[in-house]
C-alpha cells in the first residue's frame, strides 16, 4: 500500500540552527501539506501546497519557515533559524485529484523536531 | 471566533459497548467534515469523510452523523475491541486549503 515516507524520523538540534525534514508524498498526489503536533495538543495546519506554489499558510508559518518540492518526489519544510517553542512533531500529508474534500488526507509517521 | 470541540476527558468503556464520541464546531460552515484515528507517537489515520447533504456514513463498525443545524458530528464504535483504544480526531475544512482538526478524545477499551 503506498504511503507517505519522512526523514528523519528524529531530530535534535540547537536553537538557532536551519532544520530541514523531507516528505516523499504519495507518487501520484498532488496536494501537500504540513502539520505540526505540540505533545500533547491538536494537530494543527502549517501549510499547503499544490502546483508548485502555497496555497494557503497559517499565521504560525512565518517567514521562518518555507516549502519546496524540488525534484518532483520530494516535498521539504525548512525552518531557518530554530526556536524552543518549534518543538514539535511536524507531520508531512498528501491526498490526490480533487483535494482533502474528496477523501482522505494520508499522512506520514512524523519527525519529531527537539530544539535545544 | 472558530472553534472544533471534542471532549477532552478520556472515554472508557468496557469492551463490546459501543463507543459514542462528540465533535461540536462554532462559526464554521464545513461541506465536509472527516474522523481520523491517532494511535500515540503516530500520524493520524482517515476513517470516514461525511458530506453536509448525507444524515449518516457506516463502514464496518463505525458510523458518523452530522447534522449542520446542531453544528456537531457523533462518531460511533459498535461492539468496541481494546484495539480500539486511541485518540479520535474530527477534523473539518472551512472551505479554504486547510483542514483543521479538533483537540482529540482518547477512548480507551477495557477487556
Known amino acids: 500500500e503506498p504511503e507517505v515516507t519522512q526523514t528523519p524520523s528524529h531530530q535534535v538540534t540547537q536553537m538557532g540552527q536551519e532544520v530541514i525534514l523531507r516528505c516523499v508524498p504519495i507518487?501520484?498526489?498532488?496536494?501537500f501539506y504540513w502539520y505540526r503536533q505540540i505533545l500533547g495538543q491538536k494537530v494543527e495546519f502549517l501549510v499547503s501546497?499544490?502546483?508548485?506554489?502555497?496555497?494557503?499558510k497559517s499565521e504560525i508559518f512565518d517567514d521562518q519557515f518555507s516549502v519546496e518540492r524540488p525534484d518532483g518526489s520530494n516535498f521539504t519544510l525548512k525552518i531557518r533559524s530554530t526556536k524552543l517553542e518549534d518543538s514539535a512533531m511536524y507531520f508531512c500529508a498528501s491526498t490526490g485529484v480533487g483535494g482533502f474534500n474528496t477523501g482522505e488526507l494520508f499522512f506520514g509517521e512524523g519527525s519529531r523536531l527537539t530544539v535545544l | 471566533s472558530q472553534k472544533i470541540e471534542q471532549n477532552s476527558e478520556a472515554l472508557n468503556i468496557q469492551e463490546g459497548k459501543t463507543a459514542t464520541l462528540t465533535c461540536n464546531y462554532t462559526?464554521?460552515?464545513?461541506?465536509?467534515l472527516q474522523w481520523y484515528r491517532q494511535d500515540p507517537g503516530r500520524g493520524p489515520v482517515f476513517l470516514l469523510l461525511i458530506r453536509e447533504n448525507e444524515k449518516e456514513k457506516r463502514k464496518e463498525r463505525l458510523k458518523v452523523t452530522f447534522d449542520t443545524t446542531l453544528k456537531q458530528s457523533l462518531f460511533h464504535i459498535t461492539a468496541s475491541q481494546p484495539a480500539d483504544s486511541a485518540t479520535y480526531l474530527c477534523?473539518?475544512?472551512?472551505?479554504?486549503?486547510?483542514?483543521?482538526f479538533g483537540t482529540g478524545t482518547r477512548l480507551q477499551v477495557f477487556p
Open positions: 501546497f499544490y502546483n508548485n506554489e502555497i496555497s494557503e
Open positions: 462559526n464554521y460552515s464545513p461541506a465536509y
Open positions: 507518487s501520484n498526489h498532488l496536494y
Open positions: 477534523a473539518i475544512s472551512d472551505n479554504t486549503d486547510k483542514l483543521i
